[in-house]
T-cell receptor, first 108, second 115 residues
Framework: GQSLEQPSEVTAVEGAIVQINCTYQTSGFYGLSWYQQHDGGAPTFLSY????GLEETGRFSSFLSRSDSYGYLLLQELQMKDSASYFC?????????FGKGTRLHILP | DTEVTQTPKHLVMGMTNKKSLKCEQHMGHRAMYWYKQKAKKPPELMFVYSYEKLSINESVPSRFSPECPNSSLLNLHLHALQPEDSALYLC??????????????FGAGSRLTVL
C-alpha cells in the first residue's frame, strides 16, 4: 500500500524559517517532489530530490533520506506570499501522488 | 510556450448532460495527466497518458472518459455525473512519465459544478 504523512498546518512568523516534514511509504519510489498551491490557484513545482541529501533553490531547500523514507521542505526568510498549501509528492513509475498537504500560515 | 491551457474555466452541468473538458500544451511533453481536487484536499490522480496511450486509470468511474487525440491535447468527457463529482479538474503535463525527475506543469483548472 501507500501512505504519506505531513502536518496539516504550520504557523510561522514573517522572516523566520519553517520546515515541513513528509514521511512516505510507497512502491516504485524514484524521488520526492514538492509543490506549492495558493488558494484558488494551481499547484506549482518547487523542488525534487532524486538522491539523498539537500537540494537548494533560492529560499527553498528540500531534503531526502531514502533509508528513513523521510523528506522535508525548508523555507527561509518567510514572506507573506509564502502563505499557501505545500504538498509532498513521491514520484513513482508513471505517476505522482500528492500528500494531504500542509497549510502554511504566516504571521506578520 | 510554457503553459498548460484548460477550457472551460468554469462549467455547470446537470446530471443528464454530456460535456467535455479540454487541455492543451505545446511544450513537447509526452505525458499528460488528469487530477481531481476537492476543496481543502490534495489533487487526486485520475488518469495518465504516456505517448498518447492510457497508462494509468486510478479506478475512475466510467462516467469520466479520457481521450488523448494527439500529444498536445487531452480531453475529459463527462456523462451522467453526480453532484459529488463537483470539483476542480486539473490537467498537467510532464516531459515524459518514465522514472525520473518528473516535473508536473499544471493548467489553471476547470471548476465543475454538477447540479
Amino acid at each position: 500500500g501507500q501512505s504519506l504523512e505531513q502536518p496539516s498546518e504550520v504557523t510561522a512568523v514573517e522572516g523566520a524559517i519553517v520546515q515541513i516534514n513528509c514521511t512516505y511509504q510507497t512502491s516504485g519510489f524514484y524521488g520526492l517532489s514538492w509543490y506549492q498551491q495558493h488558494d484558488g490557484g494551481a499547484p506549482t513545482f518547487l523542488s525534487y530530490n532524486g538522491l539523498d541529501g539537500l537540494e537548494e533553490t533560492g529560499r527553498f531547500s528540500s531534503f531526502l533520506s531514502r533509508s528513513d523514507s523521510y523528506g522535508y521542505l525548508l523555507l527561509q526568510e518567510l514572506q507573506m506570499k509564502d502563505s499557501a498549501s505545500y504538498f509532498c509528492a513521491p514520484v513513482g513509475q508513471d505517476k505522482i501522488i500528492f500528500g494531504k498537504g500542509t497549510r502554511l500560515h504566516i504571521l506578520p | 510556450d510554457t503553459e498548460v491551457t484548460q477550457t472551460p474555466k468554469h462549467l455547470v452541468m446537470g446530471m443528464t448532460n454530456k460535456k467535455s473538458l479540454k487541455c492543451e500544451q505545446h511544450m513537447g511533453h509526452r505525458a499528460m495527466y488528469w487530477y481531481k481536487q476537492k476543496a481543502k484536499k490534495p489533487p487526486e490522480l485520475m488518469f495518465v497518458y504516456s505517448y498518447e496511450k492510457l497508462s494509468i486509470n486510478e479506478s475512475v468511474p466510467s462516467r469520466f472518459s479520457p481521450e488523448c487525440p494527439n500529444s498536445s491535447l487531452l480531453n475529459l468527457h463527462l456523462h451522467a455525473l453526480q453532484p459529488e463529482d463537483s470539483a476542480l479538474y486539473l490537467c498537467a503535463s510532464s516531459f515524459n512519465s518514465l522514472a525520473g525527475a518528473n516535473v508536473l506543469t499544471f493548467g489553471a483548472g476547470s471548476r465543475l459544478t454538477v447540479l
